[in-house]
């Protein structure tokens, strides 16, 4: 009887452990590279690079687009963010205000208040660029040490 009741648990072990494998397999984030559609160049407030990383955000979703961005080892990224550099028109505070309510997160300002490094979602990147008060959005380069 005991044998049975230990056969039966390891039978359910390695049931639970094929399903939490294939899981994890599901799981794995790819992204399909589309080529070149017009939507790359929509927006001339940012580059290609961020146009089509704001595409792939749209057609297959966050963590492929961040798996994209991040193909650049240049380009400086913190938890699932992207460092980018906001440039803007006018110094008006309540800018800021606006960018926030975007999920993007402020880390420094220029003295004039036109500049502006920041962490931001791959899904704010389309809001960010039709702003009417930004001029232009590009990547912050990795700092070398």
Known sequence: MTNVVIALFLI???CICGCVQKEEE?????YTDPGYPNTYFANPVMGWYLNKTAYI????GAEAAFL????DPDLS????????KVRTLE???ENLEVLRGLGIEIL????????I?????TSSLRELSKLGFVKDVSSEKEEQL
């Open 12 to 14: 359910a072990a390695i």
């Open 26 to 30: 599901e799981k794995a984030v790819v």
């Open 57 to 60: 955000d749209e057609t297959q």
């Open 68 to 71: 994209f961005y991040t193909s």
């Open 77 to 84: 990224t913190y938890e699932g963010n992207l460092k980018l």
């Open 91 to 93: 110094n008006k505070p």
């Open 108 to 115: 420094t300002v220029s003295a004039d208040g036109t500049t």
């Open 117 to 121: 490094i920041c962490y931001a979602p």
